[in-house]
């Protein structure tokens, strides 16, 4: 039975030694909140690092015996490697380079690095022990950023899924790490990569083709033949469990505790863990400002902080308790009253039952991160409010607030916003309260955490179906004999093959695409034997192609089926054709040019043609949509088609298509055998035109009308070759 192993840098238990006895419990944060109902379903196992140094075998069995109980397979790692690949790594480039600090707090070690690497090869051989065939692996976070390509490397079969639970930075921020090519590309491994929000998801589109030779269309991103698909999932919480708790008798007494030690005052809580990215010291300059500006609040509201303890042994998170010490005991030396404290601040972390009596007693809930994935918090506060009142402000870094609408949305670094939001908070009449809360409890209680496994894993599943679905349309071995076999078995044959990008690769100076003898050896065999048709169909030049191919017994079709040329006739091109159009069109172009270095533009006879192969990259994508946009209504106007194709724009006739032009080749002539070759935008017009028994295959992607596709115009070539030699050893064995 196949099974779903989870993988991620923390195990969702804290151990703790007490007289050489192992003590297992419950850990926080989001995602072993989030996934701690969850992997214990079926046969699901939980890999992750326990979270203390282990040297002796003797205590590394024991503790593997205890995780296996509940599921759970430890990685161990040495006090070096926690260091140099957590503390290091994860949390001094990663951590800050995401979350927009890359100029405060990233430190570029090289030993970093290589731990970083040592230690997702550790996680791997650890997958790679448990891991069978059918089994589906899950990989969390920005720690295990290399695994999913390393898994892939040694069993390529295996479903992969990878979520990143912090955010992706702009491909500004994220080029500044010099290892980002390698850690794209260990993303790339997954076969579905899921974000918190959809600007996660264009960050990343944008880095990966910015950085990797790869393409992408829509979400779908092409790594040679594999298509991996980026997607936002937004993470829920156990909203049920959040939803009851205010009924567990301890629960109650905690929340009679806290009303009693507020009676009339208005409480605002905040709980966070100790963090740069949490924007802490900034929600108190907001708490202090509204003291100032508001003195009539003063004995009336209270912060209840709660900064759960981290990394404290980094000198930058060290600094910023300090600082926090300082302020929250700076603003209550200067409020306080012998009955009214205006902060309440707790720096550990605390049960459930606890967080869920705050989360029910409080007024308001501050969620003001500079930069968050999600931030569980804000949702764990909705899910507590069963009286459907309370506040949520939430800040609008956080990927929650895309959901979260009916929050009170603020930006963090906006403190006077801030406080002067927690003073509309505190005056929100109850029904209006009673309405954005229940529209949020309703978002909170229908995207829970089921829902978003449920949907990451029926999405995984969705991409393996149409990654098969390439498979069986991609020409491989099998699918290759069986063309050469229905190849070999008729006997009039025409094939239609486009030029650049199809035969030849596409060059960055067009003048330097001439063919080479191997592709006219090649064209020789196909027109040797008596039973092909050979048409080469082209948005070339008809100069060009009579140049290079006018000795031929090949059937020339040039700019798309402007200009026709049979064998040993001269040109003759498709009457009732204008150019006038070319006056209008031509001087936009130019300005195009001008305004986008690397840019040309090629003319034939009915078309105009906007290169941008040389332009810098996204700038010459960006300027052919704005050029697509201004020439729409004008195209439509005078009869023109616009075309966009690989690194083009080009502007022609509407009477000019090549599914046109092949038609009136095969017209009544009985073809038994019908088959094209092409790789743009403008051979989809063939690959539609011809009778459902042609054999039609696309060059370089598998997103096409065609029936199969090949990756280059090198495996189109072994096919023609393919076709002339194994057919014609046939012919002499069948006689």
Not at 82 to 96: H, K, R, T
Not at 370 to 397: C, H, P, Q, T, W
Not at 413 to 427: G, H, M, P
Request: include cysteine; hydrophobic fraction near 40%; proline fraction near 4%.
């Amino acid at each position: 039975m196949s099974k779903t192993i989870i993988v991620s840098n923390r195990l969702p238990v804290k151990i703790t030694e007490n007289d050489g006895e192992y003590m297992l419990s419950p850990s926080e944060g989001g995602l072993a909140t989030g996934l701690g109902s969850i992997y214990k379903q079926n046969d699901n196992i939980w890999i992750g690092w326990p979270g203390l140094e282990i040297t002796e075998d003797d205590k590394k069995e024991k503790i593997i015996r205890q995780l296996k109980q509940q599921s759970l397979l430890p990685v161990f790692l040495s006090q070096e490697e926690i260091s140099e690949y957590y503390e290091g790594f994860s949390n001094d480039v990663l951590w800050p380079v995401f979350h927009y600090y890359a100029s405060t707090y990233a430190n570029y070690k090289q030993s970093n690095w290589d731990f970083y690497q040592k230690v997702n090869e550790k996680f791997k051989d650890a997958v790679l022990k448990t891991a069978k065939p059918g089994d589906t692996i899950w990989v969390h976070d920005y720690q295990l950023m290399l695994l999913p390509a390393l898994i892939r490397e040694e069993q390529p079969d295996l479903a992969i899924g990878f979520f990143l639970h912090i955010p992706f930075p702009s491909y500004e921020m994220f080029r500044l790490i010099p290892w980002r090519a390698e850690l794209i590309h260990g993303v790339l491994g997954a076969d579905l990569i899921g974000f918190h929000t959809f600007d996660d998801v264009r960050h990343f589109l944008n880095a990966a083709t910015r950085i990797l030779p790869v393409t992408s269309s829509a979400n779908i991103i092409s790594d040679g033949e594999r298509s991996i698909v980026v997607e936002s999932f937004p993470m829920g919480i156990d909203e049920k469990k959040y939803a009851s708790l205010p009924n567990d008798p301890q629960v109650k007494k905690d929340i009679k505790l806290i009303q009693d030690t507020f009676k009339n005052i208005k409480l605002v809580v905040t709980i966070d863990r100790l963090d740069y990215s949490k924007g802490i010291l900034q929600r108190l300059q907001a708490f202090e400002h509204l003291l100032e500006q508001y003195p009539q609040y003063k004995e009336k509201i209270a912060l209840y902080m709660v900064v759960v303890p981290s990394r404290d042994t980094v000198p930058q998170y060290a600094q910023l308790r300090d600082q926090i010490d300082k302020r929250v005991g700076s603003i209550n030396a200067v409020y306080r009253t012998m009955d009214w404290t205006p902060i309440h601040y707790y720096y550990r972390s605390l049960p459930i039952e606890m967080l869920s009596a705050l989360y029910y007693t409080a007024d308001i809930c501050l969620v003001t991160p500079m930069r968050d994935g999600m931030n569980l918090v804000s949702k764990e506060y909705v899910a507590s409010r069963i009286n459907n009142d309370g506040v949520l402000i939430l800040s609008e870094m956080a990927g929650a607030s895309k959901e979260l609408i009916d929050a009170l949305i603020v930006n963090p670094n906006n403190t006077v916003e801030v406080a002067d939001t927690i003073i509309r908070a505190i005056n929100m009449p109850l029904d209006e309260q009673q309405r954005r809360m229940q529209q949020m409890r309703q978002m909170v209680s229908k995207f829970n955490i089921s829902h978003w496994v449920k949907i990451f894993m029926d999405k995984l599943k969705e991409v393996i179906q149409f990654q098969r679905s390439m498979q069986t349309r991609y020409i491989g071995s099998a699918t290759q004999q069986s063309i050469i076999n229905r190849y070999a078995k008729t006997n009039k044959r025409i094939i239609f093959l486009d030029y650049d990008g199809t035969l030849v690769d596409f060059k960055s100076n067009i003048e330097q695409a001439s063919p080479d003898e191997e592709l006219y050896r090649i064209l020789i065999q196909l027109t040797e034997d008596p039973a092909n048709h050979v048409v080469l169909i082209s948005g070339r030049r008809h100069e060009n192609l009579a140049e290079w191919f006018g000795d031929h017994r090949i059937d020339l079709v040039a700019e798309h089926g402007a200009w026709f040329k049979k064998q040993k006739t001269s040109w003759h091109k498709l009457p009732g054709l204008s150019a006038q159009w070319k006056h209008d069109i031509l001087p936009i172009l130019e300005t195009y040019v001008d305004r986008t270095p690397g840019t040309f533009i090629e003319k034939k006879s009915y078309s105009l043609v906007w290169h941008y192969r040389k332009a810098q990259k996204g700038l010459g994508e960006l300027r052919a949509g704005e050029l697509m946009n201004n020439l729409k209504y004008l195209a439509n106007d005078k009869g023109l088609q616009l075309l966009p194709g690989d690194k083009v724009v080009e502007i022609k006739n509407m009477e000019i298509n090549k599914g046109k032009a092949a038609l009136t080749l095969i017209d009544n002539n009985n073809y038994d055998f019908i088959m094209a070759l092409g790789d743009d935008y403008t051979d989809e017009d063939i690959f539609k035109a011809l009778p459902e028994g042609a054999v039609t295959i696309k060059i370089g992607s598998s997103l096409s009308a065609a029936k199969f596709y090949l990756r280059t115009p090198g495996e189109a070539r072994r096919l023609l070759k393919n076709l002339t030699e194994n057919s014609a050893v046939d012919k002499l064995i069948n006689d």
